[in-house]
């Protein structure tokens, strides 16, 4: 039986990555791994494993004993923690991948998924519709990485044949799990301030626009992409991917169509900056056209179905 391991599975995106996996392949065949073990007891549906990424005796074991085929590689120091100890962040990030990498050489892998970030993009990048090949030059640990990771994914591709896939992912917003320590989470915090009934402080300014994606968009646009034939793939870097553009005050004032007496301040702090040095919008055209990439959800469509579902996801 050949699995499919997910590391770094209890996050934010790995929750529902999980369970769609798990739907599509069976959950014997799917393994969700992370280092954290109370975070592992919601994947009742599938196999799990407490594992720490950096330690390669134990991965290297259980990929062999376990036969894993492909990878889903999503363990990550994200932006805003990535500032608070830039060298851990370099290390987990580029070493994880770098291992990753390796071992799909080692046990001849199917498939590697590994997530790159718009945080590739910095100061000098084309903010308007940023096309896929441009300046890069990001100013966080976490771009750093992720744009020396996306070169290493081409190097493997390019020179060891690993089938290695990966896409720029705008700012994810889910109402199934907490964001993990990133520059949009403010997103996903408002809707749980607004049906909580309270007031909500912003991070960001009113009109600091940045793109974002719907979860159940991001977990199309992944499979889309990891089902699509080898030589569809054609950018073996990172795809740009786009959904929606908005800023804080467009996300309140969809809001408030529904919950009139919710009400926003804005203090912008350390994570200001790191947002305005990303794009306000990419243009994913390559995704489009090289494996179909079609977005479903804008900003009013989103909003209505987490005010909708995420009540009783808090009770
Ligand atoms: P997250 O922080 O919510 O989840 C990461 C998971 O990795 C956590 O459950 C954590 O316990 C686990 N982890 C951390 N260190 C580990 C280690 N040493 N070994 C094993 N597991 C470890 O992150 P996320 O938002 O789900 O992001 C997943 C991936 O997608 C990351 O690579 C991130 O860079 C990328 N991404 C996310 C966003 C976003 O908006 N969430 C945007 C762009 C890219």
Redesign the pocket.
Known sequence: MERILI??A?????SELTFTLSQQYGGDNIIA????PK?LEKFEYCKTAV????DQDAVRKLVKDQNVKQIYH???V?SATGEKNPRFAWQ?NMDSLLFVLELAMEFKMDKIYW?S?IAVFGPNTPKINTPQFCVKEPNTVYGISKQAGERWCEYYFQKFGVDVRSLR?P??IGYKSL????T?DYAVDIYHKAIAGEHFDCFLSAETALPMMYMPDAIKATLDLMHAPKESVKIRSSYNLAAISFTPEDIYQCIKTHHPDFTISYSPDFRQSIADSWPDSIDDTRAREDWGWNHEYDLKKMTEDILRNLPAYLV
């Open positions: 590391i770094g209890a996050g934010q995106l790995g791994s992370d280092l954290n975070a594992l720490d990424i950096m999503l363990a990550a994200l987990l997530p970030s992912y700012g994810l964001p993990g320590g990133g949009t």
